[in-house]
């Protein structure tokens, strides 16, 4: 592989989407695990929770609390 294909692939930002483009990702019926302390995508994740009802049984599993308008959920 040249070193340009290997650059190419690196490129990530050719692939990124919008949180609510993410959301529309995930099908009906999925179980979504959010992890990844200081790393959760609290934009898609809300982005989730907006749009829940679009999605009948989709579950969103997390192990952290998110801390919106100054308190913990």
């Not at 070193?3 to 993410?22: H, R």
């Not at 982005?47 to 308190?71: C, F, M, Q, S, Y």
Request: hydrophobic share 50%; charged share 20%.
């Amino acid at each position: 592989m040249a070193v340009k294909d290997v650059i190419a692939a690196l490129d990530w930002q050719d692939s990124t989407v919008s949180a609510d483009e993410a959301a529309a990702m995930i099908p009906s019926g999925s179980t979504v695990y959010i992890g990844g302390g200081c790393a959760v995508p609290q934009a898609t994740v809300a982005a989730l929770e907006a749009t829940a009802a679009d999605r009948p049984g989709v579950r969103l599993i997390h192990d952290l609390a998110v801390l919106r308008n100054g308190k913990f959920s």
